[in-house]
């Protein structure tokens, strides 16, 4: 797409001697930055308007009124002035400013954890200002709120500058901590002066990370000093924003905390997952560190060449004893493309199966069947910045986005504070509904039928971009007869919802300008899971809103590189770069760059593979990095599956629930030991850099599958991850432009990336769609496959949490995430409580058709009546027992957020109407 050239007229100025010459409108401290010549500041920050209130900045502006000092950060560049940033006036001015603010700053530096990290340490040191000329009283002592698991706050050490303040309100969009009290006893503290542990923080840490000087510091801050350590610039390995951060690592090889680092899709800000969670993993204690081989029952110590020989010739084995097919293989969503690249490889190639798949069949593989068949291509069509920045109102449909990608969330907060108009459709009140010009709660299950209510107002009202549908869609017509009998009262019933807020949900949407439309799990993860993508796209298309910034329809992906991992080929349907297993041209090619007869059937989903194990058809897997007895619905038929199985590998960094079953456990390494590279949410490949030396005893992963495939008879081999990256770029079409040179580039690279000279693609589908033209589906609604009933009067649903993350492996060795969300729980509707006798709190048994689990009821409003919610990331109370392991006809993604359940109260109050 072409942008429209604007003039855009400069003003010239002198500083410091120096001409400079830029746009009108620009700050004088923006000025200086351009020509090179830094003017001090402690409150300034660059994505927020300037706020002047530490006064570190003044300048004089020669033959200026009122002795011509000026904030730089405040005044705007003018032409002819002449700016002078270093000359005796200024100095005094800064030198005066800093001996103010030391009056009331405690000087205890050698004790300070900011100490050689203080921009206020720093320009006292340059401005000769040892200790202050002023006495009297001061910020009282002693006043250290220690209540946060992850930072402690000292008055004594505030300067005042308001930078956590306006960082949490403007930015991080929570408005916790505002300016009290008068005078000397002015501090920043949360609302009403409350401990940091009694207010609504989300420990993001942003206020940590912006603090100049010591008044906020993170609690591991105190074991390391700045100077003694180095950062590394790599991918947050949590969710699927792809944060960049900066690891910090002192000089025993340890990381020792993580800062944000101005990446495209997090902007300097961070999550509490990112700054607190994101490095204590790598080096804890429990880190598997050497193979183990299960010998009677219980696992023992062996060496890589007993374990390796041990999984070559049972993998071996099988093969020739039941062929190729009756091997499986799921790869790792949260390691790098390389490592799943090679992952797959190794199993279409020396296990000659296409029996591998990834973690995105149990969240996202209906975006990759849905808008692959709709639009041609099954990935997020707009970038993270586009559809949060300059937009009119955002259509968010079941994603609980500060909960499970709160980077992008509070970017949602911020679209919010700058106009947006933002819809929240979802079964319970999620946080951003206190944002929402529009909040409705259907009931789960019936997004298809929601949907096609929407596009019922938009058709009767006229409000569809018929321009656009004739000219890039198709089978409009089937679609519209389809809608005709979804009326907003019909709808109503199905939904359980006012019928008149579905026409203004519909009229809100089609009537703006730039309106994107954002997804997650309670979309996908249904029995209906890719009629409900489908339906995503049905609606974006009838109203034009597709190929153009600030539109699109976009799925937010759950892990770190679970995009990553579907692109690579870890699927049974698809080779790397969705090339299709099914067509002869497709294998031909693989086999020709290979080297090798590859099986030429569509192999079996992850979903297949357990239900194949039992009937005894699987007979080897080998797991990397995942862990279905977690993860998985129906807890009882995966253990059973695993049972059942002739040999399992698991190479893992941790003993986990499924790497208990294993035959073999093989050690691997966290992303912060290795080099590669991560596809976020947006499709945007971005590096992961080796920070620290690998756990001894652990082994590189791509490197043991290609130890694997090379014993099992397929040599394989790599030089390291760029040359495994060269060869993606050799067969993925879409990665042909794409080597670790060029991801040297901050902003990474969006595929499709074809050529060295391709930039990489932002906005997906301009102009005409992947596929040619935009498929219309006629989508009739269908009930989820179990619904509530006198036995199990409960609709359950199942989602993510802020505080932990997937299967708890990573974040659950983090005390301080432990200290916030330590157990599991149930969200249960107050009204319920009350029926049940049941209190905040208290413990309740809750029972499927397929397990029963014990956990702790939070009662309240956030769910529904006859509805109730869990995470699944607590091994006291895992929700996947109960999951209903019915799955999407075409995706084969599991029906994890509609179930039916029964609860029973565990206290001894008596419960009133509760069924036996």
């Known amino acids: 797409m072409m942008t429209p050239k604007v003039d855009v007229k400069t003003v010239t100025l002198s500083i410091d001697g120096q001409e400079v010459s830029v746009p009108e ?127 402690d706050y000292d008055p004594e050490k505030c300067i005042m500058c308001r930078r956590c303040e306006r960082v949490c309100a403007q930015r991080q969009g929570q408005d916790v901590i505002a300016a009290s009290q008068r005078g000397f006893d002015t501090k920043m503290s949360p ?33 390391y000093r700045a100077f003694n350590t180095t950062k590394v610039r790599t991918t947050c390995p949590h969710c699927g924003t ?57 696992f023992e110590k062996a060496t890589w060449e007993e374990a390796m020989d041990l999984v070559a010739s ?33 199993v279409r190639t020396a296990f000659a199966s296409n029996n591998v798949d990834n973690c995105a069949r149990l969240c996202h593989s209906a975006s990759v069947h849905g808008l692959a068949h709709t639009l041609g291509s099954g990935a997020m069509t707009n970038t993270i910045e586009d559809i949060t920045t300059d937009v009119d109102a955002i259509l968010l449909i079941g994603s609980n986005t500060t909960e499970a990608h709160p980077v992008i969330g509070v970017q949602i907060r911020q679209a919010v504070q700058h106009g947006a108009k933002l819809i929240v459709v979802d079964p319970r009140q999620i946080d951003l509904t206190k944002h929402a010009a529009l909040t409705i709660q259907p009931k789960a299950g019936t997004n298809v039928a929601f949907i096609n209510g929407l596009m019922h107002v938009i058709i009767k009202e006229g409000l569809e971009d018929q321009d656009f549908i004739n000219k890039r869609t198709e089978n409009y017509e089937a679609m519209k007869k389809v809608v005709a009998d979804y009326t907003p ?59 153009r910034p600030g539109c699109g329809v976009n799925p937010l992906r759950g892990q770190n590189n679970v995009q990553g991992a579907c ?4 699927s049974p349907f698809d080779f790397p770069g969705y090339q299709k297993v099914a067509n002869p041209e497709v294998v031909a090619k693989f086999e020709n760059a290979w080297g090798t007869e590859l099986n030429p059937r569509i192999g079996l989903t992850s979903t297949q593979v357990l239900p194949a194990a039992i009937k005894k058809q699987i007979h080897g897997l080998y797991i990397f990095g995942e862990d279905p007895i977690v993860t998985d619905p129906n807890t009882a038929h995966v253990r059973q599956a695993l049972e059942s199985l002739d040999f399992l590998v698991v190479q893992e960094l941790f003993m986990t629930e499924t790497a208990a079953y294993a035959d073999v456990i093989l050690p691997g390494i966290s992303f912060a030991e290795k080099d590669g590279t991560f596809t976020n949410t947006e499709r945007r490949i971005q590096r992961i850099r080796k920070a620290v030396e690998p756990t001894p005893g652990a082994r590189e992963d791509f490197k043991i599958f290609c130890e694997v495939a090379t014993r099992m008879g397929y040599p394989m081999s790599y030089e390291a991850s760029s040359k495994i990256m060269d060869e993606i770029a050799s067969l993925v079409p ?30 997906m589908h301009v102009g005409t769609f992947t596929r040619g033209k935009g498929l219309f589906m006629a989508l009739p609604y269908k009930p989820a ?68 689990i014990e956990t702790y009821a939070h009662v309240g409003n956030i769910v529904l009546p006859e509805a109730v919610f869990m995470t699944f990331h607590f091994a006291d109370g895992n929700v996947n027992e109960l999951t209903n392991s019915v799955f999407d006809d075409i995706a084969r993604i599991p029906e994890y957020k509609v179930c039916a359940v029964k609860i029973k109260p565990l206290n001894t109050r008596v419960a009133q109407n509760v069924p036996s």
């Open 25 to 151: 409108g620009t700050t004088l401290m923006n000025a200086a930055t351009q020509a090179g010549i830094d003017i001090p500041t402690l409150c300034y920050l660059k994505e927020l308007a300037p706020d002047g209130s530490c006064r570190m900045c003044t300048v004089e502006i020669e033959g200026a009124p009122k002795g011509g000092l000026v904030t730089a950060c405040t005044a705007e560049a003018r032409d002819g002035m002449v700016i002078h940033t270093q000359n005796k006036k200024v100095r005094d001015s800064r030198r005066f400013v800093l001996d103010l603010l030391l009056s009331n700053h405690k000087l205890d530096c050698f004790k300070c954890p900011s100490n050689g990290d203080c921009k206020l340490q720093d320009y006292a040191l340059e401005y000769g200002m040892m200790d202050t000329t002023f006495t009297g009283k001061r910020q009282a002592a002693d006043q250290i709120d220690s209540s946060n698991p992850f930072f």
């Open 489 to 547: 009262e019909v709808v109503g019933k199905i939904c359980e919802i006012d019928p008149e807020a579905i026409v203004a949900a519909a009229r809100m949407y089609a009537k703006a300008d730039k309106a994107p439309i954002i997804y997650c799990l309670g979309v996908t993860e249904h029995s209906t899971g890719t009629e409900g993508v489908m339906s995503m796209s049905n609606l974006a298309m009838l109203v034009g809103k597709v190929g």
């Open 734 to 763: 879409t990665f042909g432009g794409v080597n670790f040179k060029r991801l040297e580039n901050p902003n990474g690279l969006q595929w499709p990336c074809r050529d060295l000279d391709d930039p990489g693609t932002p906005i």
């Open 785 to 852: 496959q179990e619904l509530p009933d006198e036995e199990y009067p409960f609709l359950m649903s199942t989602g993510r949490m802020l505080y932990q993350y997937n299967t708890g492996a990573m974040t659950r060795r983090t005390e301080g995430i432990n200290k916030l969300a330590g157990r599991s729980y149930i969200e249960i509707n107050i009204e319920d409580a009350n029926r049940y006798g049941i209190q905040d709190g208290d413990k309740v048994q809750v029972s499927s058709r397929r397990g029963t």
């Open 314 to 346: 049972k993998f071996t084995e099988l093969k020739e004893t039941y062929g190729g097919t009756s091997l499986a293989g799921f790869s790792c969503s949260r390691s790098t493309n390389e490592d799943n690249f090679v992952f797959q490889k190794m």
């Open 567 to 570: 692109d690579m080929g870890c």
């Open 191 to 223: 609302s009403y002066g409350e401990a940091w542990d009694q207010s609504i923080c989300e420990s993001c840490g942003n206020c940590v990370s912006a603090c100049p000087v010591g008044a906020l510091t993170a609690k591991d801050h105190q074991k």
């Open 242 to 298: 792809g944060c960049q951060l900066d690891l910090i690592v002192n000089q025993n090889n340890v990381i020792v905390g993580a800062e944000p680092a101005n990446g495209p899709a997090n902007r300097n800000l961070l999550c509490v997952k990112g700054k607190f969670a994101s490095y204590k993993f790598v080096a804890s204690p429990d880190r598997i560190d050497t193979p183990l081989i299960k010998r009677n029952g219980k």
